[in-house]
């Protein structure tokens, strides 16, 4: 792969990425609520569920799931079932809170990094659609000239770079935000906010069909 190459996809990933999905919205919403060693345990579990997205590709996965309905649709239905349950029991959670000099303040949130990891985890693999963008996307980068493996291994850490990165700015940018909202005596509207979101990515993998 040439450095033209790289660079081309650099760009053409980074436009991708900076466009907020599910992915995006947990690390947010865990940055927020737990800080930013959860958040970075999120984006970690994200880039896991990747890697085995972009080895399926490599293994030809993106054309075997283009080429059977009943797989994507079985799969879609998962997904956005689950985008969605996770956005309705946000919703329906209450937030601890605790009162100090008048002002309400949300408590820490008690939490297992195991349930952490596996939420990102189901919610970066929670749509099809991706298998098959990334079956699309990364053989237009690759080279016969070079090694196959060797061209998967530098977009894949090219990813990393570009996915902590995003996220953690988007992170640091609504963590602020919300301390600027902390002060609102009214139920956090950033959760309703985030909840909210999981619902419609859900609606959106469910309506989705299996071309871009």
Same mark, same amino acid.
Request: charged content about 10%; proline content about 4%.
């Given at each position: 792969?040439?450095?033209?190459?790289?660079?081309?996809?650099?760009?053409?990933?980074?436009?991708?990425?900076?466009?907020?999905?599910?992915?995006?919205?947990?690390?947010?919403?865990?940055?927020?609520?737990?800080?930013?060693?959860?958040?970075?345990?999120?984006?970690?579990?994200?880039?896991?569920?990747?890697?085995?997205?972009?080895?399926?590709?490599?293994?030809?996965?993106?054309?075997?799931?283009?080429?059977?309905?009943?797989?994507?649709?079985? $799969?879609?239905?998962?997904?956005? #079932?689950?985008? %969605?349950?996770?956005?309705?029991? &946000? *919703?329906?959670? =209450?937030?601890?809170? +605790?009162?100090?000099?008048?002002?309400?303040?949300?408590?820490?949130?008690?939490?297992?990094?195991?349930?952490?990891?596996?939420?990102?985890?189901?919610?970066?693999?929670?749509?099809?659609?991706?298998?098959?963008?990334?079956?699309?996307?990364?053989?237009?980068?690759?080279?016969?000239?070079?090694?196959?493996?060797?061209?998967?291994?530098?977009?894949?850490?090219?990813?990393?770079?570009?996915?902590?990165?995003?996220? $953690?700015?988007?992170?640091?940018? #609504?963590?602020? %935000?919300?301390?600027?909202?902390? &002060? *609102?005596?009214? =139920?956090?509207?950033? +959760?309703?906010?985030?909840?909210?979101?999981?619902?419609?990515?859900?609606?959106?993998?469910?309506?989705?069909?299996?071309?871009?």
């Amino acid at each position: 792969m040439s450095f033209e190459t790289w660079l081309l996809f650099f760009i053409a990933y980074l436009v991708v990425t900076l466009s907020p999905g599910p992915n995006v919205l947990l690390a947010i919403k865990n940055a927020v609520k737990y800080g930013y060693k959860v958040a970075i345990i999120t984006i970690l579990m994200n880039l896991v569920c990747q890697l085995l997205i972009i080895t399926s590709v490599a293994f030809g996965a993106g054309a075997l799931l283009e080429k059977s309905p009943m797989l994507f649709f079985a $799969l879609k239905l998962i997904g956005g #079932a689950y985008l %969605i349950y996770l956005g309705i029991t &946000g *919703l329906l959670k =209450k937030t601890p809170t +605790s009162h100090i000099k008048g002002v309400e303040e949300v408590s820490a949130v008690p939490f297992s990094y195991i349930q952490v990891c596996k939420e990102a985890f189901l919610v970066s693999a929670s749509n099809p659609k991706t298998v098959i963008f990334l079956s699309a996307f990364l053989p237009q980068f690759i080279s016969e000239e070079a090694a196959i493996g060797w061209q998967f291994t530098i977009m894949f850490l090219t990813i990393c770079l570009i996915v902590m990165s995003v996220h $953690l700015v988007y992170s640091y940018i #609504a963590k602020n %935000i919300n301390k600027k909202w902390s &002060g *609102l005596k009214a =139920k956090p509207i950033f +959760s309703k906010i985030t909840n909210s979101a999981f619902i419609v990515f859900g609606c959106g993998v469910l309506s989705s069909s299996r071309t871009a």
